[in-house]
């Protein structure tokens, strides 16, 4: 069956360090893959999304890789800041399906 | 700012009860969907509609829940009759297709 995994331990960095967040998936063939952000109390807020000819993707500090050999997309926050602390959610998508299924996210906190 | 509207924000309800969770999607949006959110669940897809229509609602217990859309300014979920275990938080979301999807702020519901 698909399975998407993200690690579900919290990631705790320094301000400023870079953040590094890590979403594989198996038994799928996503032709692209988003990122949402989620604060607590509130829903998913979506920040980038990469296909599956694209690497590398930016969007000011975030930064977002997709291999799709290793079925494995990294999602980057470089300069991190204490106002970077949340979730983190990853869903990938095939081209042919229509449904949006999401990881159990990773939390990620930010200490100044 | 366009937004997705759901009410109520909170809901606490007996177990056996009707609970109807109502949400607004943002206008020229096509799809639809709802989620539900627990800490040991994460993100569960429930259903979703494009144009009104239901594409897929495999993640909903049929015996209990129901989803529908009216109209294209309004989705409904309803439970009956509700049961402790369907205490989580629920969202919907919609946006053109399955990507860039724009969440609304959810449904507290505590079933007692």
């Known amino acids: 069956s698909q399975k998407i995994e993200q690690n579900s331990e919290a990631l705790n960095i320094q301000e400023g360090k870079t953040a590094t967040l890590t979403c594989n998936y198996t038994?799928?063939?996503?032709?692209?893959l988003q990122w949402y952000r989620q604060d607590p109390g509130r829903g998913p807020v979506f920040l980038l999304l990469i296909r599956e000819n694209e690497k590398e993707k930016r969007k000011e500090r975030l930064k977002v890789t997709f291999d799709t050999t290793l079925k494995q997309s990294l999602f980057h926050i470089t300069a991190s800041q204490p106002a970077d602390s949340a979730t983190y959610l990853c869903?990938?998508?095939?081209?042919?399906?229509?449904?949006?299924?999401f990881g159990g996210g990773t939390r990620l906190m930010v200490k100044p | 700012d366009a937004r997705v509207t759901q009410t109520p924000r909170h809901k606490v309800t007996e177990m056996g009860q009707e609970v109807t969770m109502r949400c607004q999607p943002i206008l020229g949006h096509n799809t639809v969907f709802w989620y539900r959110q627990t800490m040991m669940q994460g993100l569960e897809l429930l259903a979703y509609?494009?144009?009104?229509?239901?594409?897929?609602d495999s993640g909903m217990p049929k015996d209990r829940f129901s989803a529908e859309m009216p109209d294209a300014t309004l989705a409904t979920l309803k439970i009956q009759p509700s049961e402790p275990r369907d205490s989580a938080v629920y969202f919907c979301?919609?946006?053109?297709?399955?990507?860039?999807?724009?969440f609304g702020s959810g449904t507290q519901l505590s079933v007692l």
């Open positions: 979301a919609s946006g053109l297709r399955t990507a860039k999807l724009f």
């Open positions: 509609f494009r144009n009104r229509a239901p594409l897929d």
């Open positions: 869903a990938p998508l095939n081209n042919a399906g229509n449904m949006l299924t």
């Open positions: 038994n799928y063939s996503p032709a692209y």
